[in-house]
């Protein structure tokens, strides 16, 4: 696996401080390709085919297939960024096709598909399962990533997606670990986990539909445990339902997952603080027996209305004031940086660090809402959510790489000099910069509400949010330089943390001689 693992949420309506359905994601893989596309609708010839892409986020370089990590697709005429190769010689070539329809919906699309003009929302994770392999001509044609582009440009119902996305997996065969995608539109929301099947032909899905009221949360270990082929709110591919039948109770995540990536509460402890955040009256266990426990729900109450500002701290979340708070612990340093790489692939020998939901290595983060994409390009503790419509985006989103420096013209690199820029003095420079980040949403979120929203209207609010950022940039960069609070006649130096020097043990000298 390439990426480093994705947390996504659905808030459905009624939990929902607004009444508004909220699809959020992170893509977790800061050097991956980043860019956000706008995908427009069209108008298709009788008789046309759909040529179905393979995808380097799922297993790496594909060279059969010219499919890498960056750029993620280089197929000129799907969209003008795509004609972009970000230095890669030969278009990506389709690994298979499938019957075109008549018309398909304009939509934007990152490393997944994102959401469509007719307000169908997508998130993603990718869970282990026991079942991994490659595209393969006429056997494995899909990926979840072109499985959700493909419904984003058909449908504008969250069930008919479902139903579509299986039929297709079903048909053309699906490739890459385990998936899972939730599908939700304005009022109905489903969670779709898949797998490659033991033979290498079609695969196996399942969803369950997320009761409204209720919040469901995924971080790379798939949720979905009793197989109810009767229920009205499961659906699955037909394997699923005869194993089923035949033996009631069959548990799906037991049935098809490996567990969690890299150690243990890599996952776990990401569903346990979103409903720590969301709702702390009840105590959820922090310890658990095993991956296949049950002591997390499927989906929760939260003890209030949840805000598009709640998701935004969710995604921003470091533990903080929990026993796990990476700004507290020793690697965090004398100004509790928590951005933390790993230590190594093999951590469940060697030791790790906590996963928090916010991670060092975010490429991008969204919260989706109907006709709406708040993202954040790069780490949102240190970044702004930008409001976009499913329209033409301003070019700084749809341009660039993580390997090519290039501030001036690409959002991600913009946002990243911040980010990198509070690893320095993080305790301090923190507080100015989730200053900036409140003013930026409250502003957006005005805008949104005034009925005044454009397309051109947000693209003018983005270029001048990525103004400021540039500003902000200069400004952290000036006022917290070599250890010293500047500002104007103001040089304080900046006291480090005492916890810190006894942490590392040296808080008992050298004091005297």
């Known amino acids: 696996m390439s990426n480093s693992s994705c947390t996504t949420i659905i808030v459905t309506p009624k939990a929902s401080v607004d009444g508004r359905m909220r699809v959020a994601h992170s893509c977790d893989d800061a050097l991956a390709d980043h860019r956000i596309v706008f995908v427009a609708a069209q108008d298709w010839p009788e008789g046309a085919t759909r040529p179905v892409y393979p995808q380097g986020i799922c297993s790496g370089a594909l060279p059969r297939w010219n499919a890498n990590i960056v750029p993620r697709l280089y197929v000129p005429g799907r969209s003008d960024e795509y004609s972009d190769s970000l230095g890669q010689a030969f278009p990506t070539l389709p690994v298979g096709e499938i019957p075109q329809v008549r018309h ?6 990152g490393n997944y598909g994102i959401i469509n003009e007719a307000g169908l929302m997508l998130g993603e994770c990718t869970c282990k399962a026991w079942n991994q392999c490659d595209p393969e001509e006429g056997k494995r044609l899909f990926y979840s990533a072109e499985l959700g582009r493909v419904a984003l440009e058909r449908c504008t119902l969250a069930a008919e997606a479902v139903d579509l996305m299986g039929s297709l997996l079903e048909e053309f065969g699906y490739y890459g670990t385990g998936e899972t995608l939730l599908v939700a539109d304005a009022n109905d929301a489903w969670v779709m986990e898949m797998t490659p099947s033991s033979d290498g032909t079609g695969g196996y899905w399942i969803a369950q539909r997320v009761p409204d009221g209720e919040i469901f949360v995924e971080a790379n270990l798939f949720r979905i445990r009793e197989i109810r082929p009767d229920s ?9 339902s005869e194993e089923a039948r035949k033996k009631p109770g069959l548990d799906w995540t037991e049935m098809a997952s490996r567990g969690e990536y890299h150690h243990p509460y890599y996952s776990l402890r990401r569903v346990w603080r979103t409903m720590n955040i969301l709702q702390p009256s009840v105590e959820y266990p922090t310890k658990v027996d095993s991956y296949l426990t049950k002591a997390y729900p499927f989906s929760f109450k939260p003890d209030r209305p949840v805000s598009r500002e709640d998701i935004f701290r969710v995604y921003r979340d470091h533990l903080e ?3 796990f708070d990476l700004t507290k612990c ?3 340093g004398p100004w509790g940086n928590p951005n933390l790489a790993r230590s190594t692939d093999d951590e ?3 030791g790790a660090w906590e996963r928090a939901i916010s991670m060092t290595d975010t490429g991008y983060a969204y919260v989706l809402e109907p006709g709406v994409c708040w993202i954040a390009m790069g780490r949102p503790a240190e970044v702004p959510f930008v409001p976009l419509m499913v329209a033409p985006i301003p070019s700084e989103f749809s341009h ?3 390997r090519e420096f290039d501030p001036d013209r690409c959002a991600w690199w913009r946002f990243n000099l911040v980010s990198q820029a509070s690893e320095r003095c ?3 420079m923190i507080k100015e910069i989730s200053r900036r980040q409140q003013m930026s949403e409250e502003r957006a979120a005005l805008l949104l509400e005034s009925g005044k929203a454009t397309p051109e209207v947000l693209s003018a609010l983005a270029h001048a949010t990525l103004d400021e950022w540039k500003e902000l940039f200069a400004f952290l960069s000036v006022t917290f330089n070599q250890g010293y609070y500047t500002q104007g006649d103001v040089n304080q130096k900046l006291s480090s943390n005492p916890e810190f020097l006894e942490a590392v043990g040296f808080h008992k000298g050298p004091t005297k001689y």
Request: glycine residues 6%; negative net charge.
């Open 104 to 109: 398909t919906y304009a939509y934007l699309d």
């Open 232 to 240: 009205p709110d499961m659906k699955m591919c037909p394997y699923l």
């Open 321 to 323: 004031g929990t026993q």
């Open 330 to 332: 020793a690697a965090a």
């Open 348 to 350: 469940e020998k060697a």
């Open 400 to 402: 660039g790489s993580a």
């Open 426 to 428: 993080y305790r301090e």
